[in-house]
């Protein structure tokens, strides 16, 4: 677990592993079974034992006068069981998103990237672009919808509604937790604020260029972070893709300015040329790549509920409210 910076948030490992010296580890389970141990670690307010002053630490020391009640060995075994079940689900649809995102995304280089798209070897190329391609720019394809201007004061620790920033935007990756919410729904935000699965965000500041999709319901835009929709005739995936790829996030990354931290304009990026491909070759991605699309959609809010589920066994479990 960590004991500087990230504080105490536990991790299983069941590999050989090098561990840094911002961490702490088990070496002896005391014969108690190591996967329990892990979850239990996970029942216990460690924050409350932070001992640094501008960066917070975890002192092993407090760690080791803890008392605790633990359960036998054989009932260290079933409970262990019973939530690494959920684990492991969570994991296969993990794996199951990595596969998907990377075919879909070899596609997309193929296709528009190196172009080598169906029926290429007999198009031919006119002003240095595919017949049928035309030279446009981001704005003619895409259209970059900015968040609310949310004030602080309106937050709330148990809001109905997850406030998305730039923190919740990895890299082909939704963050679902916020650290800020609100109860309502602010009367001047715009509708496209109000997220839901499906919709494809872009970051515009500090790491400009990562693009995710959105996945569960009850989260509000916040500013820095733009929603990007394709017009009508664009698919959805292939608005996805086009930023989710490394070429895409290089050329916003190299648009960003700023002195402190990067930021990009979306007027900015809506001048830059863009090459639309042929509606023909749009629409056949779009078959083949939206129910993939879909398909990590559904993964994401599967692995939602079964993280859900186990956080409720897990303490009852551990306290013994619920019998094994």
């Keep these: 677990m960590g004991r500087s910076g990230s504080l105490g948030i536990p ?87 990595a596969l998907l995102e990377q075919a879909v995304r070899e596609i997309y280089r193929e296709w528009f990237v190196r172009l080598r798209f169906p029926g290429h070897e007999s198009t031919k190329i006119v002003a240095g672009i595919p017949e049928g391609w035309e030279r446009k720019t981001y704005s003619d394809v895409f259209k970059f919808l900015g968040g609310f201007a949310f004030k602080s004061k309106t937050y709330q620790p148990d809001g109905r509604f997850g406030i998305v920033t730039i923190k919740n935007v990895h890299n082909a990756q939704f963050i679902p937790e916020c650290a800020s919410k609100t109860d309502d729904v602010p009367e001047k935000i715009k509708e496209h604020c109000v997220l839901g699965t499906g919709d494809i965000l872009l970051s515009l500041t500090g790491e400009v260029g990562r693009c995710c999709m959105v996945f569960g319901e009850s989260y509000l835009l916040n500013q820095r972070v733009a929603k990007v929709v394709g017009y009508t005739d664009i698919p959805t995936s292939f608005a996805y893709w086009t930023f989710s790829n490394e070429r895409t996030r290089k050329e916003l990354e190299n648009l960003a300015h700023g002195a402190a931290q990067s930021n990009l304009s979306p007027v900015k990026l809506g001048n830059r040329e863009f090459i639309k491909p042929a509606s023909e070759i749009l629409r056949l991605f779009g078959k083949i790549a939206n129910p993939v699309f879909w398909q990590i959609a559904t993964l994401n809010l599967a692995i939602i509920k079964l993280n859900q589920a186990r956080d409720l066994l897990l303490p009852r479990l551990m306290s013994g409210k619920l019998e094994i």
């Design 11 to 97: 991790q299983y490992v069941p590999v050989k592993f090098w561990p840094h010296n911002t961490s702490l580890w088990v070496k002896d389970f005391k014969g108690n079974f190591p996967r329990y141990v892990y979850y239990l670690l996970q029942t216990l307010d460690l924050g409350r034992f932070n001992a640094g002053t501008g960066v917070p630490t975890l002192n092993r020391n407090h760690l080791d006068n803890l008392k605790l009640t633990i359960h036998d060995l054989p009932t260290q075994r079933k409970i262990s069981d019973i939530l690494s079940a959920f684990d492991e689900l969570i994991e296969i649809n993990q794996r199951r998103i």
